[in-house]
């Protein structure tokens, strides 16, 4: 199957620093990418839809400028978590589409970040 | 989009076959049904998806109902591998392949 991959997997910042995660779609290519955030115990939360070589779409709640998101190529998109504080903290989950009729997802393997 | 309703949790004795219900009453007729499962500090992992009939692979079977607005996902016999939290999803023909994800049912195995 297509695979999805995420970096790094793990990630500890100070609080007031800017981490970057990226997410890769190996063997296609992606026009769309979402990101999702999940706190523990709790479900999948969808952050924003990155389209290649346009804007995000964020979900409602989400601050655009505190989660940059870039889809500059169709196998790369990154997330930017920008002046980090540790309610930041969370597991970063991203999602690629080749465009399946089927709507199938391929999910990367999440990046957990910890802001002190 | 449609929403789905699962059981928050379930358990099941290892070998024993385990039926993951899922309701989703507002469903389109264009509307595919997904199930992912979630292992711990993992991202999702797809496990099998269909449309109107019933679908086996080598993982699960997915039971469909004929109106559609419910589905039962089948493992056949449970392993200890098989704990995770199993999420239904629908997924619109429409190109935005955007999954709302419900809270899931955590599956807890009984060795």
């Known amino acids: 199957g297509a695979v999805v991959s995420q970096h790094p997997s793990r990630v500890i910042c100070k609080s007031g620093t800017s981490v970057k995660i990226e997410c890769r779609s190996l063997?296609?290519?992606?026009?769309?990418m979402f990101w999702y955030r999940q706190f523990p115990k709790q479900s999948l939360m969808l952050m924003a839809t990155s389209n290649e070589g346009s804007k995000a779409t964020y979900e409602q709640g989400v601050e655009k400028d505190k989660f940059l998101i870039n889809h500059a190529s169709l196998t790369l998109s990154t997330l930017t978590v920008t002046s980090a504080h540790p309610e930041d903290s969370s597991f970063y989950i991203c999602?690629?589409?080749?465009?399946?009729?089927?709507?199938?997802?391929?999910f990367g393997e999440g990046s957990r970040l910890t802001v002190l | 989009d449609a929403k789905t309703t699962q059981p928050n949790s379930m358990e099941s004795n290892e070998e024993e076959p385990v039926h993951l219900p899922c309701n989703h009453s507002?469903?389109?007729?264009?509307?595919?049904i997904h199930w992912y499962r979630q292992l711990p500090s993992q991202g999702p992992e797809y496990v099998i998806h269909?449309?109107?009939s019933n679908v086996n692979n080598r993982m699960a079977s997915l039971a469909i109902a004929e109106d559609r607005k419910s589905s039962t996902l089948i493992l056949h016999r449970a392993t200890l591998r098989d704990a995770a939290v199993y999420y239904c999803i629908l997924s619109r023909d429409s190109g935005t392949y955007k999954y709302i994800f419900g809270t899931g049912t955590r599956l807890k195995v009984l060795a």
């Open positions: 507002t469903i389109s007729g264009t509307d595919y």
């Open positions: 269909g449309l109107t």
């Open positions: 063997d296609f290519q992606a026009t769309t």
């Open positions: 999602s690629a589409t080749p465009g399946l009729a089927t709507g199938e997802l391929f």
